[in-house]
């Protein structure tokens, strides 16, 4: 529990453009600043300093909405242009931007090029927070070099876009240290109040993000191709993409219902069973066979649900083929 008592906590913080101290506390130590804030009592706030290395479209809007936060924001990017908009520092290496900041986060294109840019010298004794996009594997082989080199290693995943950050309708989900985690709490709160903490397995972040992912872009691809076999049918997209919608509308209730499923075990057919979905689908694989669309995607969902009918399991209901490995 932390301590709600007032306190007045001296921290060593330069001023900056977003902070300006209440007074300087010694000659002899120029570098001390005390920042008050009257409520109903005084409170004290240290404006931690941050550092982001990768400035594409979320790294760019994490700089921008720590440096309206307050917390002085030290930048790299190998285009060094795209931070001339930023009320941060521009740091002409990596490694210097790394050494500004007792929090150093990576956005970047993927893991070999986080591996490629991060100096573990300069990292040491830091925390390294790692919100690139990558696999659990990667997550966990990362957070095992980091630990070789007294790194504190955190993986997140951001559920937003980049318009999104320092809202209410971010979400942020972090695996690996919780003492870093912890550690730098207040400072990562500027990027929006909603934030879990997954475990210390430094690779479940990156386990949920692929999972959803994988929903996400498995519907994304049969969308396209509802697009496609529309138009082969001479349906206009506007006409398909009305009613697409409607029917997306029941997904929470049918996550609802395999989520059920799997919990208790038990998969009644009644509402749906894998029999009926496996007509279905020869249903449209003739119809996109008969256009000449590319069938690859169903004729793999369609491979799937044979294996649970050669299973006996065709009467049961369709969250059984959550089960088969």
Same mark, same amino acid.
Request: glycine content about 8%.
């Given at each position: 529990?932390?301590?709600?008592?007032?306190?007045?906590?001296?921290?060593?913080?330069?001023?900056?453009?977003?902070?300006?101290?209440?007074?300087?506390?010694?000659?002899?130590?120029?570098?001390?600043?005390?920042?008050?804030?009257?409520?109903?009592?005084?409170?004290?706030?240290?404006?931690?300093?941050?550092?982001?290395?990768?400035?594409?479209?979320?790294?760019?809007?994490?700089?921008? =909405?720590? !440096? *309206?936060? #307050?917390?002085?924001?030290?930048?790299?990017?190998?285009?060094?242009?795209? &931070?001339?908009? $930023? %009320?941060?520092?521009?740091?002409?290496?990596?490694?210097?931007?790394?050494?500004?900041?007792?929090?150093?986060?990576?956005?970047?294109?993927?893991?070999?090029?986080?591996?490629?840019?991060?100096?573990?010298?300069?990292?040491?004794?830091?925390?390294?927070?790692?919100?690139?996009?990558?696999?659990?594997?990667?997550?966990?082989?990362?957070?095992?070099?980091?630990?070789?080199?007294?790194?504190?290693?955190?993986?997140?995943?951001?559920?937003?876009?980049?318009?999104?950050?320092?809202?209410?309708?971010?979400?942020?989900?972090?695996?690996?240290?919780?003492?870093?985690?912890?550690?730098?709490?207040? =400072?990562? !709160? *500027?990027? #929006?109040?909603?934030?879990?903490?997954?475990?210390?397995?430094?690779?479940? &972040?990156?386990? $949920? %993000?692929?999972?959803?992912?994988?929903?996400?872009?498995?519907?994304?691809?049969?969308?396209?191709?509802?697009?496609?076999?529309?138009?082969?049918?001479?349906?206009?997209?506007?006409?398909?993409?009305?009613?697409?919608?409607?029917?997306?509308?029941?997904?929470?209730?049918?996550?609802?219902?395999?989520?059920?499923?799997?919990?208790?075990?038990?998969?009644?057919?009644?509402?749906?069973?894998?029999?009926?979905?496996?007509?279905?689908?020869?249903?449209?694989?003739?119809?996109?066979?008969?256009?000449?669309?590319?069938?690859?995607?169903?004729?793999?969902?369609?491979?799937?649900?044979?294996?649970?009918?050669? !299973?006996?399991? #065709?009467?049961?209901?369709?969250?059984?083929?959550?089960?088969?490995?």
């Amino acid at each position: 529990m932390r301590c709600k008592q007032p306190l007045l906590l001296v921290v060593p913080q330069r001023p900056n453009a977003h902070t300006r101290p209440s007074r300087q506390l010694t000659d002899a130590h120029p570098d001390l600043f005390l920042t008050l804030t009257l409520a109903s009592r005084f409170s004290v706030t240290a404006m931690t300093s941050v550092t982001v290395l990768g400035l594409g479209p979320m790294g760019h809007a994490l700089a921008i =909405t720590f !440096a *309206a936060a #307050g917390h002085r924001t030290t930048v790299w990017n190998r285009t060094p242009s795209k &931070a001339e908009d $930023l %009320d941060a520092t521009v740091a002409a290496t990596a490694a210097v931007a790394i050494e500004s900041s007792p929090l150093v986060i990576a956005c970047l294109r993927d893991y070999d090029v986080v591996a490629s840019v991060i100096d573990a010298s300069a990292l040491k004794g830091r925390t390294l927070l790692n919100i690139t996009g990558g696999s659990p594997a990667q997550a966990r082989a990362m957070a095992a070099w980091a630990s070789a080199h007294d790194i504190a290693y955190l993986d997140g995943v951001i559920m937003s876009t980049p318009d999104a950050i320092g809202s209410d309708r971010a979400a942020f989900f972090y695996s690996g240290s919780e003492t870093a985690l912890e550690r730098h709490r207040d =400072t990562l !709160a *500027a990027l #929006g109040p909603n934030s879990e903490f997954l475990g210390a397995d430094a690779g479940r &972040a990156a386990a $949920l %993000d692929v999972a959803l992912q994988d929903m996400l872009w498995t519907s994304m691809t049969g969308v396209a191709h509802m697009f496609s076999l529309a138009a082969a049918e001479g349906i206009s997209p506007q006409f398909v993409s009305t009613h697409a919608k409607g029917l997306v509308g029941f997904f929470p209730d049918m996550i609802d219902m395999l989520d059920e499923q799997l919990r208790s075990g038990e998969f009644a057919g009644e509402a749906g069973s894998i029999d009926s979905a496996a007509v279905v689908m020869d249903n449209i694989l003739d119809t996109v066979r008969a256009n000449g669309l590319d069938d690859s995607v169903l004729t793999a969902a369609r491979a799937h649900v044979q294996r649970a009918v050669d !299973a006996g399991y #065709g009467s049961e209901g369709f969250g059984r083929l959550a089960t088969l490995r």
